[in-house]
């Protein structure tokens, strides 16, 4: 028996890297973020939708969307966020679904790991069968945003402030790994946590 798990997070919280670590261990990773990647490309029906949501002005020269324009415009404007949510979620959904159909095929004890920031957002933890959320304190969020997206600390304490916050998060979890030491001590609970998931996996 398979196990689809989703993996979920705020930003800065690890969950990227808790992905990986767990795609290191044999778990099959699906990122929402790539797969969202994928939907909207040139002229695919995703892609025309959000453009006549956005406009012109979010595509680069060779037509791709620029997600930093994307991104500024939708975290300034709360009604053209849940728009592109509408365009997005129910998409990126359904090719999830079709990629865990894919892997059971050739893997019918497959632990499939669905990394997606919005998870609990979106609604798509009611499709999978375990949640984990990767949490850590508000600081040390802070922190890792600046240094990875180059943000100001303003910048980034408003984009905390547009997402859910950790501790709601936490309520939907069956499982919490609290990221806020060293990359050896998340690695031990990552393992632990891969461990009592492939359990349920078989």
Not at 84 to 98: D, G, K, T, W
Not at 102 to 113: C, G, M
Not at 159 to 170: A, F, V, W
Request: glycine share 4%; aromatic share 4%.
């Amino acid at each position: 028996m398979a196990l689809l798990v989703g993996l979920t997070g705020g930003m800065g919280s690890g969950k990227t890297t808790v992905g990986k670590l767990l795609q290191t261990l044999g778990a099959h990773v699906l990122d929402a973020d790539e797969i969202c990647r994928s939907l909207v490309e040139p002229d695919k029906p995703a892609w025309q939708e959000i453009v006549d949501l956005l406009g012109d002005g979010v595509l680069r020269d060779d037509r791709t969307l620029d997600r930093r324009k994307t991104a500024e415009i939708v975290f300034s404007d709360i009604a053209k966020k849940k728009a592109l949510e509408v365009i997005l979620h129910p998409r990126v959904m359904e090719e999830e679904q079709a990629i865990y159909k894919d892997i059971l095929k050739n893997d019918p004890e497959a632990l499939v790991i669905i990394d997606a920031a919005l998870l609990i957002e979106s609604e798509n933890y009611r499709k999978v069968d375990k949640v984990v959320v990767i949490a850590c304190d508000e600081e040390t969020q802070l922190h890792r945003i600046m240094a990875k997206k180059t943000f100001s600390r303003e910048d980034a304490q408003r984009r905390l402030k547009q997402q859910m916050p950790l501790e709601e998060k936490i309520k939907y979890a069956d499982y919490v790994i609290h990221n806020d030491s060293g990359l050896s001590e998340l690695e031990e609970k990552v393992e632990a946590l891969f461990h009592q998931l492939k359990q349920l996996a078989v």
